[in-house]
C-alpha cells in the first residue's frame, strides 16, 4: 500500500519561501505522475501543480505560474513544492497525491493522497 506523508509546512511571514515535500512508502513513484493541491478554510480543494515521471513538463495554475516550482528526486521516491514569494492567500493544507494519467490537474484523476501538511502565512 502506497504511503505520501507531506512535510515542511509552517508559519512563514509574507514574502518568505517554503520547500514542501512529499515521501512516498510502500511502493515507488517513479513511473508515475505526482501533484499538489491545496484547500484554504472554507474553500474546496483546488489544483497546485503536477509533474510527469520524468519530471519534464511541470503544469501549474494559472494562478501560481512563476511563483510555485513542482520537482522530483525519483532516487528518493520524493516529490517538491517550492513556494516563493508567499502571500496570505497561499494559507491553506497542502496534499500531495499520485496521478493516474498523463499530467492530471483534477482531483478524479489522483488516486492516493497524503494527509496534509498546513502552511500558514502571515501578512
Known amino acids: 500500500q502506497l504511503q505520501l506523508v507531506e512535510s515542511g509546512g509552517g508559519l512563514v511571514q509574507a514574502g518568505n519561501s517554503l520547500r514542501l515535500s512529499c515521501a512516498a512508502s510502500?511502493?515507488?513513484?517513479?513511473?508515475?505522475?505526482m501533484g499538489w493541491f491545496r484547500q484554504a478554510p472554507g474553500k474546496e480543494r483546488e489544483f497546485v501543480a503536477s509533474?510527469?515521471?520524468?519530471?519534464?513538463?511541470?503544469v501549474y495554475a494559472n494562478s501560481l505560474k512563476g511563483r510555485f516550482t513542482i520537482s522530483r528526486d525519483n532516487a528518493k521516491n520524493t516529490v517538491y513544492l517550492q513556494m516563493n514569494s508567499l502571500k496570505s492567500e497561499d494559507t491553506a493544507v497542502y496534499y500531495c497525491?499520485?496521478?493516474?494519467?498523463?499530467?492530471?490537474?483534477?482531483?478524479?484523476?489522483?488516486?492516493?493522497w497524503g494527509q496534509g501538511t498546513q502552511v500558514t502565512v502571515s501578512s
Open positions: 509533474i510527469t515521471w520524468s519530471g519534464a513538463t511541470p
Open positions: 510502500g511502493r515507488n513513484i517513479s513511473s508515475f505522475s
Open positions: 497525491a499520485r496521478g493516474r494519467q498523463f499530467l492530471p490537474r483534477d482531483s478524479a484523476e489522483f488516486d492516493y
